[in-house]
């Protein structure tokens, strides 16, 4: 009888390899039955400030799903403070996303973003995408001003926010309000599975993901089809793709600098061990 994995995703294209491997039955070939859980069921209202509410975190702490893909950092961060889980390797994709403003901004580079407040989900990959950006642009960290917002798009739009940092599909659906980008944003994700997922369980899934993402690259169309599938297929052609890379293993040394880089800016409370957090095998 195939093992029964439940999966919470995020509507965008990042987690679409998943989709794909349940469509395709790459799961089903591994002997997994994947139960997934394409998007928050609270919709917007569920994107809360404090992460450790939010439909996912909740879930997962209650054991009713299995593994949840996350970006990198929030993948330290959640195995840390909600004591459950291991990352059990980096995600099928780099993602892709880019921070806007409107049309008429007077916003032109990131330098101008300054003080200025920069609606982002808290303590999601745009946020710490965004403070990455912002950095490299010679903006010190004390003078950037990130603001949730459970709805970054729509805090854009109606001028409560200067800028947003988005992912797809709220990227092309500012572009098609008249928004323009400022920056790109580059991130990766992480997969944090529960305690219940071994090793050979955490394998077969990552051989399915990465059959999945072979599949994709076959041909683009097909993966815009796909990995685009909450736009309108005439906004598709031209939407931000993510970068796909395949599942691999979490080093060590990778690791570390994102802790590092995250103790510096008082992301984490104490440094997680690797060996706490991450499952090598």
């Known amino acids: ?21 349940v469509e395709q039955g790459f799961f089903a070939e591994e002997g997994l039955d994947v139960v997934y859980q394409e998007d ?11 992460f450790s509410q939010r439909w996912k975190e909740t879930q997962l702490q209650q054991g009713t799903l299995e593994v949840y893909p996350v970006c990198e950092w929030g993948a330290i961060e959640r195995v840390q403070q909600l004591g459950r889980g291991k990352i059990i390797g980096l995600d099928a994709t780099i993602r892709t996303g880019a921070i806007m403003v409107r049309r008429d901004s007077r916003v032109e580079t990131l330098g101008d973003l300054r003080n200025t407040p920069i609606a982002v989900t808290w303590h999601a990959g745009t946020f710490y995408a965004a403070v990455e950006a912002m950095e490299a642009a010679g903006i010190s960290f004390h003078e950037i001003k990130l603001e949730h917002a459970a709805d970054r798009l729509a805090a854009l739009l109606s001028g409560r926010t200067e800028a947003a940092a988005l992912m797809e599909p709220l990227v092309t659906r500012a572009i098609a309000a008249g928004c323009r980008k400022i920056a790109d944003l580059r991130w990766r994700g992480g997969i944090v599975a529960a305690d219940e997922i071994d090793a050979e369980t955490a394998e077969k899934l990552r051989r399915a993901l990465n059959r999945a993402i072979q599949w994709l690259r076959e041909n683009e169309e097909r993966s815009r089809d796909e990995l685009l599938r909450d736009l309108t297929p005439e906004l598709r052609r031209d939407g931000l793709l993510p970068e796909l890379t395949g599942v691999r293993t979490y080093r060590s040394a990778e690791f570390k600098a994102k802790v590092d880089w995250m103790l ?3 992301f984490l409370r104490e440094a997680p061990s690797y060996q706490d957090t991450v499952r090598t095998k």
Not at 6 to 19: E, F, K, V
Not at 40 to 50: H, I, L
């Open 40 to 50: 928050n069921p609270k919709g917007n209202e569920g994107r809360v400030k404090d």
């Open 264 to 266: 510096k800016r008082g």
């Open 1 to 21: 009888m195939a093992r029964t994995i439940r999966l919470q995703s995020d509507s965008n294209a990042h987690d679409r390899p998943w989709r794909v491997a």
